[in-house]
């Protein structure tokens, strides 16, 4: 075995060597080019996508078995290649941008740092002109970079360099560090050259006539000057390993990496684990494996709870021939080793393209990936891929599957899909950050308005203004009233506030519902798309989309609803599992219940000594008592045990299932483990479950709160119908219906609402007198009656006369009188007097007539009985506007005030939200006592009584804990000779032989005294724990207790805290607090709640139950209006409408009958007929004896008799009389129709000593208890108990008869104890003890008196719990050591193991007197212990808890069962381990800080001081250029421009800098142009930054806006108005000459500048007339001032010529006549012009001399003409020169 386990490391090494040697000397196998070339394309494009070089699969498709080795090499090569390449040209990018060059850790990233170094030394010398070939060389890849870079800046040495481009060149130099010569050899003397390889072992240099050898870096020259020894390389990481997974010294630095499944934490020393289930990087299926974390790696949990590998390959086999290779964890593999760039890989070429141990290839580095090749050869047919790939058939290879494309939703909503290589991620859409006023919807991808209005958000008063939405806020609108409301929204006298009106119920929309569906709003309604069945309208898209039927779960149970376009189905699904303890409800798939293990004895208990108790999902075994057991069981009594089966831990949501040995999925829904609310549906998934609201309910229809189903909701008693005036509310199945009002003669039938009755009208005698009333369908008609009379006529005869006498007619009823002229009796209109009080009207009445009370003002109410108005009391009847919950209705006359509602008791209004009360925390009052602790409860508090204070421990003020008394301080109670020590509650005194920590033991030498256990410690128990030190003691800080625990001081160990108990829960009223472990539990209890409160789950919290609403209430409809209250309601007397021929009874609270026939309210004839009353009516009977009236008259002795009876009017129209007779003792009812019982009892007619009983259709009288009827006189009379014998007094009492009863008085005396109460004659007992009659005080203070009946006892005085009684009576605290208990008076050991596991798990709990052991049944080796729960060992943390051995600075870091001690950042060992300051500035001089720095070493640091002009960046070590123009506002006066290091200042167009570089002046471009050119053609006027040209009067500025043109003021018209005035233009003006002519002269017609002479004939002798001028001519000239000369020196100005005769002679003269000019300005002189002759008849002016303006010119020149010598005349040429005031 030993010879076996050393040859297999040979053999890969002999394998990767063999590799080597065929890339180097295979020639004979072949040409190799077309290999290399094929795969050194592969490498590149391997590199291409990313890949790591190492991965490059194996085998290559297409390449000869004898070729692959070497194709692998040659691939890798050009892979590598390719890296070093592009992190050269970024190096080389991050030079050139002034970036530091630092290493990169990606492949080829060693060539970055040395490129860009390379580059900027290159940067430096091409910019500064030193030229860029030089002899010197780096080697590669410095060279090309120093190259390239140099070139690019160089001036003007473009040219002389060859492109290299941007691909490495190795310039003639392979080893770094090795210095070329700069001679040059023939190749005859290079003998370096001649002999190549042969000379040297590493290095050839040539030198002149020989050679000599250097070595490469990291080696010597050895002594032969040839061959060369490698350095001896100390491995700093097995000096002192920093590395918490692998360590790699550099000879530079040391460097740290992680183990797959591990990243390198921030601090680069220590790996964190990879959590690849939240990251996203895991390879689980989704929606089919739920990813599970585990430490360095993960696994994907099945359906079935089974673990696998990602894509649901676990330990996968593949073959291929006859070679069968089992591939496990690839990560698990790969951290075996301890470097990933070891080739390691044993081929076997038995296997093609296996690839065995470590470094198996697997797909995205998921472990347990299985193999597949990137390559794969012809015959491969169908191409395997792993997941996240499909093979492509064209190419032959495995192409990326865009999982994004392919699938959408995969990652649901606030997501986004990003396909990566051979898988996906899905990234988190950020939130924007919307302004205020909205909220960002992950739907529309955008910031929506926030509705404050509909949330509650708003400030708005609801009383006094409406809160109306705007884009981003709200605003509050002023109501005009109380019932005013804005558009869309309508007043509910119900709910007194305005509701939306629902125009889409109301049909007040305009959708066309062909197309379209309303849609109500708030305010307003939307009309939207009308979608096909399976789809419904998407407010977001504003389209049909799909509807999602699973949300509604539509299938049944075992069924899986897959949603479909425009429909779903419903797929079974697999059987699932219980987990362990459970078992399947009724055989159903997915239902769980707990299996009973004790009822189907499936339990391990003893059945001797242990009891079986089921509890939900296990059971537990519960010992026995001792009595019961056997004493010579073998078994021992265990106190307490829980049954738990050894399982695997399983993720949350997961339970182990013992059978199957899996982790399952445990259903949260069927086990009743969730805690969705009534209103939500549990919905199990994988490893949890989800909460979904119920089925949304239709319209018409609400959730119930308690069970959750939809319900009808009653529009017409919840106020929100919406029926129009004239309309009565009528609720339906989940609608409403508004009915018409019936008709007038019509009214609504008692028995069914919905049905309108016939009014019978005659019922109330609508007709006049006389007439008889007909009800007819809806109305009646008044017919008069025809009546036959018989009239009787009395005669009486006498001698003479005849006299008739009729009767006169009888009297009208009350309410009528007799009409004088028709005899008829009419009704009288009573109201025509004042028969009513002040405050009534009169109404008359046929035959009556009716005071009506005038209506109250608004706010008051008459009262029935007083009739006066009184207040109307709207805070208690309902009445009021005030915002139910927030505000209180204050009553006032004649209205109402709503003031804020003060909260209950313990409640303050919250001053975020006004509208919640918050608690009060009482306890920050302080109001309990000093030996009282406050605990803040919801809405109160509560003082619990603390426990006193042991001996030696005092209570403080503020945290209400006992502390310790250190009495050495206090009492210094030790002698000289001793040390006072305080202990825990004590002290104790220690002998000064020994030193402090140590005391004598029995033989007299000092010992170590273990402080721990005597107390002599000062740690803070129990936030800290004591450790033993030698002579001393080291106290240890605990770790905080986890969130819902506490650590018990005695144990030291976190125990849990029972928040139900200590009242520190946050349970509402309403809810019920379970307490668990660690935390709490606040669940809905139906009792918790007070009468007239109800628990809502969505608020958490008792409410009020409007029982009014809900018809819960007592109140009689008829009479009295409910009014909720909080917690109640009230029932409101209100004035009833009772039915015609009734009143309301104020005192019975009903409406009774009225008795027309007694108040006279009856319309009878009183002569004819007899009123008879009836239940709610009355009718009229005739009479047995009308009266009649009659009167006879005798007159004469025969008397003939005749009656005359007159007509007597008829009544007015009875009532209806009844269909039926009814019985003596009842009445008919009108109403229903039938005769009912009357009770005489009411009237009570019996006399006093009887009782009534009523009868149907009469009543008897009984008589009273006492009272006995007599035989003869039928009559009560009283019964004598006392002779009769049936009294009930004792033999020591005597009977004496009363009226209806009897009294028993005492006649014998009370014996001792009693005395006799004369009034009640009975004997009460004599306390003796309050009399103080007693005698116990003789027994001594501890006795006391109880008094008994008729006498007393003494019995000793008992004492409360935990209190004894002493010799002077009173009662004291019973103070017991800790681990002991008062127990009957007597302090008694505690047995702690008995009453509660205090140890933890894996542990013996061992009861002491007066304590307890934990004896641990875990061996946990050195550097480890058990952890709290004592289910494992943990390591121990020496750094933590101080028992590391590091010195000084030195830091200490853990490991897994020890330690090491490190030197902190900037510090390294010396010789003596000791940490010394490491100079990072002398070690890595330009290394360590930015070249825009200085290096300054600190202590254990350093420190990069920038130059000026540069600031340090974020990182401390690199300077960036500090940008003045931002930083430094002002710096520059005008413009700042960022240079590297500084800044430099310009100034705008117009502005000059000045000396101090940042401040602009202005230039003046008129003064410094001056005499330089023109820049204006004008005026120049300077202004701030430029200049401006103006021009003078008289002058126009061009469009060039530089040039001045005079305006020809000549052209503009009649400018001269003289006759003869002539305009001449000037510059900047014009004049008006007038030409006048001298004597004898006259204007010429043909020249009108001239005058020519009247006449020129003149006497010969005449000579004066002949020197007279022939003409005269006047011409002007204007010029500018100081007229530029040219280089002639001169300008003509002015020409004339003369006769071109042969024969004659002409002569000018030139005379200056005037020249005018103002002060200051030189006048011109004749020496200004110059007359010059240019031919023999022609002369000219000249200007030889600038003239300056203003001024003006008068010159004359004379043309003389001589004709053969002989003067013949002359003419004369006057010019008139203006010239200007401006050069221009």
């Known amino acids: 075995m030993r010879s076996r386990t050393m040859k297999r490391p040979l053999r890969v090494r002999l394998g990767v060597y063999t590799a080597l040697l065929l890339l180097l000397f295979t020639a004979t196998a072949g040409d190799l080019e077309p290999t290399f070339g094929r795969c050194c394309a592969y490498g590149a494009n391997w590199a291409r996508e990313a890949q790591q070089c190492s991965t490059f699969p194996a085998p290559v498709s297409g390449i000869p078995s004898e070729h692959q080795s070497i194709c692998i090499t040659a691939a890798g090569i050009c892979c590598l290649r390719y890296f070093r390449d592009e992190q050269c040209q970024k190096g080389k990018q991050a030079a050139q941008v002034g970036q530091d060059c630092v290493s990169s850790s990606n492949q080829g990233g060693e060539y970055f740092k040395d490129c860009c170094q390379g580059c900027k030394l290159g940067l430096f010398s091409g910019s500064m002109g030193m030229g860029c070939n030089m002899g010197f060389k780096f080697g590669f890849p410095w060279d090309s970079a120093f190259v390239q870079c140099c070139m690019q800046v160089a001036p003007g040495s473009a040219a002389s360099f060859p492109d290299i ?48 050898c250097q070595c490469r870096a990291g080696f010597t020259l050895s002594t032969d000057n040839k061959s060369c020894i490698q350095d001896a390389l100390i ?121 065995l141990g470590r470094g198996a290839l697997g797909v995205q580095g998921f472990p347990g990936t299985r193999v597949e090749h990137r390559y794969l050869d012809a015959t491969h047919s169908q191409g395997r891929c792993p997941p996240g790939y499909n093979f492509n058939l064209d190419t032959i290879v495995c192409d990326d599957v865009d999982e994004c494309e392919v699938t959408s939703g995969l990652c649901g909503r606030g997501a986004v899909c990003q396909n990566t290589i051979g898988s996906y991620t899905c990234a988190h859409i950020p939130v924007a950050d919307c302004p205020p006023g909205f909220a960002f919807d992950l739907n529309q991808q955008s910031c929506l308005d926030i509705d404050e209005c509909l949330d509650g958000s708003n400030n708005c008063n609801q009383t006094t203004h409406f809160c109306i939405n705007t884009n981003g806020a709200f605003t509050c609108q002023q109501k005009g009233g109380p019932t005013d409301c804005i558009a869309g929204y309508k007043y509910s006298s119900q709910q007194q506030t305005c509701v939306d009106v629902d125009e889409c119920l109301e049909e007040l929309h305009g959708c066309n519902p062909e197309e379209e569906t309303c849609r109500n709003t708030a305010g307003a309604y939307e009309c939207d798309i009308k979608c096909d069945d399976g789809f419904h309208f998407s407010l977001s898209l504003q389209t049909c989309v799909d509807q999602d039927e699973c949300v509604e779960l539509p299938c049944e149970s075992g069924w899986q609803c897959h949603n479909t376009a425009g429909s779903y189905q419903c797929l079974e699904l697999p059987r699932a599992f219980c987990p362990a303890g459970y078992k399947p409800l009724n055989g159903t798939v997915s239902g769980c219940e707990d299996v009973d293990e004790c009822a189907e004895n499936l339990h391990t208990c003893h059945s001797l000594n242990e009891i079986c108790i089921n509890e939900i999902g296990k059971y537990r075994c519960e010992p026995t008592s001792t009595n019961e057991v056997d004493e010579g069981s073998k078994f021992e009594i265990l106190t307490h045990a829980t049954f738990q089966t050894p399982v695997q831990e399983c993720p949350e949501g997961f339970g182990f299932d013992l059978n199957t040995s899996q982790c399952l999925d445990i259903d949260e829904c069927s086990t009743n483990l969730d805690d969705c609310s009534v209103s939500e549906r549990c919905i199990n998934t994988l490893g949890s479950y989800t909460c979904r609201l119920r089925r949304r309910c239709s319209a018409g229809y609400a959730t119930d709160l308690i069970t959750g189903e939809c319900k009808d909701v009653d529009e017409c008693a919840t106020g929100i119908a919406s029926c129009l005036p004239g309309q009565i509310c009528f609720n339906t199945e989940g609608a409403f219906e508004c009915r018409v009002e019936c008709q007038d003669g019509f009214r609504y039938d008692p028995t069914d609402a919905a049905v309108c009755v016939d009014i019978d009208e005659c019922l109330e005698s609508p007709c006049e007198f006389g007439k008889l009333c007909t009800n007819i369908e809806g109305s009646y008609i008044c017919t ?150 406050c605990i803040n409860s919801n809405g109160s508090f509560r003082c619990r009584h603390l426990t006193p204070c042991s001996p030696g421990f005092r209570r403080d003020e503020e945290s209400k804990e006992c502390k310790d008394i250190d009495e050495c301080i206090e009492n210094a109670p030790c002698t000289r000779e001793e040390r006072c020590v305080n202990t825990f509650g004590s002290y104790r005194c220690r002998s000064l032989d020994c030193n ?45 207790c986890p969130r819902g625990l506490i650590r018990d001081p005695s144990l030291l160990r976190c125990v849990d805290v029972d928040e139900c108990t200590e009242g520190t829960h946050d349970c509402h009223e309403g809810e019920r607090c379970y307490n668990q472990y660690g935390t709490y539990k606040c669940r809905a209890s139906s009792n918790s709640c007070t009468k007239g409160f109800r628990y809502n ?120 009389r009844p269909d039926q007779l009814c019985q003596p003792g009842t009445l008919y009812d009108t109403l229903f129709k039938i005769c009912i019982d009357i009770d005489e009892c009411i009237s009570n007619p019996c006399p006093e000593n009887e009782i009534c009983e009523n009868t149907h259709g009469s009543f008897r009288c009984n008589c009273r208890t006492g009272f006995s009827r007599e035989e003869s006189s039928k009559k009560c009379e009283d019964q004598n108990e006392c002779q009769l014998g049936s009294h009930t007094c004792s033999q020591s009492q005597r009977c004496d008869n009363t009226i209806g009863s009897f009294v028993c008085i005492r006649i014998a005396g009370c014996g001792t104890g009693y005395t006799l109460n004369h009034n009640t004659g009975e004997c009460d007992d004599n306390d003796e003890c309050k009399l103080n009659t007693h005698d116990c005080n003789q027994l001594g203070p501890k006795y006391q008196c109880f008094n008994i009946r008729g006498s007393f006892r003494c019995k000793e005085k008992t004492c409360p719990q935990n209190q004894i009684l002493i010799q002077s009576g009173l009662c004291i605290n019973l103070t017991c050591d800790k681990g002991f208990r008062p127990i009957e ?36 080796g050195a550097g480890y212990q058990m952890n709290e729960y004592g289910t494992q060992c943990i390591d ?226 005449d000579e004066s007339c002949h020197r007279e001028p022939l003409s005269y001519s006047y011409n002007f000239l204007p010029l500018v001032s100081n007229l530029s000369l040219p280089t002639t020196g001169q300008v003509d100005l002015f020409t004339m010529r003369g006769p071109l005769w042969l024969s004659t002679t002409v002569q000018f003269e030139l005379e200056l006549e005037s020249a005018r000019a103002p002060l200051g300005v030189e006048a011109a002189t004749r020496e200004f012009f110059y007359l010059k002759h240019t031919s023999f008849n022609q002369a000219v002016i000249s200007l030889v001399k600038s003239i300056s303006g203003p001024q003006e010119i008068q010159l004359v020149l004379n043309m003389q003409l001589y004709q053969q010598g002989k003067y013949t005349g002359s003419a004369i040429a006057k010019l008139l020169i203006y010239v200007s005031e401006y050069d221009f």
Do not use: M
């Not at 040539?206 to 000599?212: A, I, V």
């Not at 700093?236 to 590395?243: E, G, I, Y």
């Not at 205090?1398 to 061996?1419: D, F, K, M």
């Open 165 to 212: 481009g941007n691909k490495l060149v190795d310039l003639n130099n392979l080893y770094p560090g090795v210095i070329s010569t700069t001679l040059t050899y023939s190749e005859s003397d290079d003998l370096c050259a001649r002999f190549a390889g042969k000379l040297c072992a590493h290095v050839c240099v040539p030198t002149p006539g020989s050679y000599r």
């Open 1436 to 1661: 121990i943390d020496e750094c933590a808890d101080g028992t590391h051995q590091c010195r000084g600075n030195q830091v200490c870091s853990n490991r897994q069962g020890g330690y090491i001690c490190q030197c902190p950042t900037g510090f390294k060992f010396n010789e003596i381990r000791q940490c010394q300051d490491f100079n990072e500035c002398e070690t890595y001089p330009g290394s360590v800080c930015s070249g825009n720095a200085v290096c300054e070493n600190t202590e254990g640091s350093f420190r990069c001081n920038c130059k000026e002009g540069f600031k340090q960046s974020n990182d401390g070590r690199t300077c960036l250029d500090v940008n003045e123009c931002i930083e430094i506002p002002g710096i520059c006066h005008h413009n700042c421009i960022n240079v590297w290091g500084s800044h430099q200042c310009t100034c705008r167009a117009g502005h000059n800098l000045a000396r101090d570089n940042r401040t602009c002046s202005d230039i003046n471009e008129c003064e410094e142009y001056r005499g330089r050119g023109r820049l204006c053609i004008g005026i120049c006027v300077n202004t701030i930054g430029t200049f401006k040209c103006s021009c003078p009067d008289g002058y126009n500025l061009v469009a060039d806006g530089r040039t001045c043109k005079d305006i020809n003021e000549c052209d503009s018209g009649n400018v001269c108005r003289g006759e003869n005035e002539h305009c001449v233009n000037t510059h900047g003006g014009y004049k008006c000459n007038s030409i006048t002519c001298p004597a004898n002269y006259i204007r010429d017609t043909r020249h009108k500048n001239r005058c020519k002479k009247v006449s020129l004939y003149c006497l010969e002798d």
């Open 996 to 1040: 402090a920590g140590y005391q004598r033991d029995e033989q007299g030498r000092c010992r170590d005294v273990d402080e721990c256990v005597t107390g002599e410690h000062t740690c803070q128990v129990p936030k800290e724990e004591c450790i033993n030190t030698q002579g001393s003691y080291r106290c240890k800080t605990l770790p905080e």
């Open 1097 to 1216: 789950a969505y608020q958490r919290r008792c409410k009020d139950i409007d029982e009014c609403a809900e018809k819960a209430d007592t109140c009689e409809g008829s009479t009295q209006t409910c009014v909720n209250s909080v917690g109640s309601f009230r029932c409101i007397d209100r004035q009833p409408t009772c039915d015609f021929g009734f009143q309301y009874d104020e005192e019975l609270k009903a409406c009774v009958d009225i008795n027309e026939c007694e108040e006279g309210r009856d319309i009878c004839n009183k002569l004819t007929e007899i009123c008879h009353n009836s239940v709610g009516n009355y009718w009229c009977a005739p009479s047995p004896n009308p009266v009649t009236t009659s009167s006879t008259t005798n007159t004469a002795t025969t008397t003939s008799a005749s009656t005359n009876i007159f007509r007597i009017p008829p009544p007015p129209p009875l009532p209806p």
């Open 784 to 933: 008069s009656v025809t009546t036959q009379s018989t009239r009787t006529t009395t005669f009486t005869t006498t001698s003479a006369t005849t006299t008739t006498t009729s009767r006169p007619p009888s009297s009208c009823p009350s309410g009528f009188g007799r009409n004088p002229n028709s005899l008829q009796c009419e009704d009288i209109d009573e109201c025509r007097n004042q028969v009513c009080e002040p405050e009534q009207s009169c109404q008359n009445s046929y035959g009556s007539y009716r005071c009506i009370w005038l209506p109250c003002d608004r706010g008051y109410t008459r009262d029935s009985l007083t009739h006066e108005c009184q207040d109307i009391d709207e805070c208690e009847e309902g009445l009021h506007s005030c915002q139910v919950g927030v505000e209180q209705c204050v009553n006032n006359p004649g209205g109402h005030t709503c003031q804020p509602q003060p909260c209950a008791s313990g409640f303050t209004r919250d001053s975020l939200d006004p509208r919640q009360c918050i608690d009060i925390d009482e306890c920050k009052l302080a109001p309990c006592g000093p030996e009282e602790e």
């Open 1385 to 1420: 008076g007597i302090c008694q050991d505690i047995n702690e193991c008995a009453e509660g596991i205090p140890c933890q798990r894996n542990e013996q709990c061992i009861n002491t007197r007066g304590s307890y052991t934990c004896r641990s049944l875990l061996n946990c």
């Open 235 to 355: 491995d700093r990481c097995r000096q002192n390993n920093p590395c918490a997974h692998i360590c790699r010294d550099t000879g530079v630095s040391i460097e740290c990496s992680c183990n797959p499944g591990y990243n390198l934490a921030p601090d680069q020393r220590t790996c964190e684990d990879v959590n690849e289930c939240s990251s996203g990087v895991h390879g689980c299926l989704p929606g089919e494996q739920v990813c599970y974390n585990q430490i360095g790696s993960y696994a994907c949990i099945n359906a079935d709870g089974s673990l696998s590998s990602p894509g649901g390959v676990q330990h996968q086999t593949v073959s291929t021939g006859s070679a069968t290779t089992h591939l496990g964890d690839a990560r698990a593999g790969a951290a075996l080793g301890s470097s990933s760039y070891d080739i390691n890989n044993e081929v076997d070429p038995g296997i093609p393209g296996s690839i």
